[in-house]
């Protein structure tokens, strides 16, 4: 069983910074994409950011500039570099991960929250 585990998130102010992680674990035997989403009171979850198994990236229009994803191969964790943060950053961010034990596995983070004050 793959189990993933975010840290980074908290409160911020308005310009600020933060870094988010997320490792996997588990019998994995390869990792495809890794990615991360966020879902705002009231909204539906979105993609932020993703990048696949070949380090190829890609970027929700309303973060390019500022997020930057990458990854950790050999930890099996995935970075969220988030700078210039808004208001409108603030969400709950989760991470997603997929790829392969004996089987295809797909899981989901348990969620980190981003406050961005103004």
């Known amino acids: 069983q793959v189990q993933l585990v975010e840290s980074g998130g908290g409160l911020v102010q308005a310009g600020g910074s933060l870094r988010l992680s997320c490792a996997a674990s588990g019998s994995i035997f390869s990792i495809n994409a890794m990615g991360w989403y966020r879902q705002a009171p009231g909204k539906q979850r979105e993609l932020v950011a993703v990048?696949?198994?070949?380090?190829?990236?890609n970027y929700a229009d309303s973060v390019k500039g500022r997020f930057t994803i990458s990854r950790d191969n050999a930890k099996n964790t995935v970075y969220l570099q988030m700078n210039s943060l808004k208001p409108e950053d603030t969400a709950v961010y989760y991470c997603?991960?997929?790829?392969?034990?004996?089987?295809?596995?797909?899981?989901w983070g348990q969620g980190t929250l981003v406050t961005v004050s103004s």
């Open positions: 990048i696949s198994g070949g380090d190829s990236t």
């Open positions: 997603n991960v997929n790829g392969y034990t004996l089987r295809y596995f797909e899981v």
